[in-house]
């Protein structure tokens, strides 16, 4: 089974420049995330979709960040205008249960990540 | 105060030792619990399952306690190869469905 595939796996740009990154999940995983993970922290939840709808965008932040999963397969994340404070490798994660209330139990599959490092 | 709680460490252990982690969750909704492990400059990967009943996979064993809503993970026998960050990961299924990681503890094991 192929795994989740992200890419860049590295970008290097200046404060305000923009950035995207993509993101193929596993083949018939209903539910797409995006984790931002600064160095020597945890993962922290950017946005989840469940096929193309977003189940949870709480901690993204909207005014810079934006997120799209159009055919509810693959997904874009997007930054504009870039920050330094969002230097942080961004993993996109996949699972094959759909969300339902209630049910809990959901084990994700990581991709290997896209590093941003903004100067 | 953050929801999924764990000290950062890190833990200098020699092999074959034996070293337990703990992890605290504030949210008494939450239904599922997991341990991922995470090398160094590589994403999360699922160590195990937490069952209510506790578990075990080889060397590591895993309990919750569900009244004091901690966590726990003890690696016996510990290898060189065990060197990694352990986030502790919880899933919320009512209130808006999350999967909620902590920030990790950090174990070396030293020959």
């Known amino acids: 089974e192929a795994g989740v595939a992200q890419s860049p796996r590295y970008k290097i740009i200046e404060k305000r420049q923009s950035v995207a990154f993509w993101c193929n999940p596993i083949?018939?995983?209903?539910?797409l995330y995006w984790y931002q993970q600064i160095l020597g922290q945890g993962p922290k939840l950017l946005i989840q979709?469940?096929?193309?709808?977003?189940?949870?965008d709480s901690q993204l932040p909207k005014d810079r960040f934006s997120a799209e999963r159009l055919k509810g397969v693959d997904s874009t994340l997007k930054i504009q205008p870039a920050k330094l404070e969002d230097s942080a490798v961004y993993l996109c994660?996949?699972?094959?249960?759909?969300?339902?209330?209630?049910?809990?139990?959901?084990?994700?599959?990581f991709g290997a990540g896209s590093r941003l490092t903004v100067l | 105060r953050k929801e999924v709680e764990q000290d950062p460490g890190p833990f200098n252990v020699p092999e074959g030792a034996t070293v337990a982690f703990n992890c605290t969750y504030s949210?008494?909704?939450?239904?599922?619990f997991f341990w991922y492990r995470q090398d160094c400059r590589k994403e999360p990967k699922l160590l195990m399952s937490?069952?209510?009943s506790g578990n075990e996979d080889g060397r590591f064993t895993a309990q919750l306690n569900r009244a004091s809503q901690y966590i726990s993970l003890l690696i016996r026998d510990s290898k060189l190869s065990d060197s990694a960050t352990y986030l502790c990961?919880?899933?919320?299924?009512?209130?808006?469905?999350?999967?909620?990681f902590g920030a990790g503890t950090r174990l070396f094991v030293k020959a």
């Open positions: 937490v069952y209510s």
């Open positions: 994660a996949s699972s094959t249960q759909p969300w339902t209330e209630g049910s809990g139990a959901n084990v994700l599959t």
């Open positions: 979709f469940q096929n193309n709808g977003v189940v949870d």
């Open positions: 990961v919880v899933n919320r299924g009512t209130g808006g469905f999350k999967t909620i």
């Open positions: 083949s018939g995983h209903a539910t």
């Open positions: 949210n008494s909704a939450s239904q599922s």
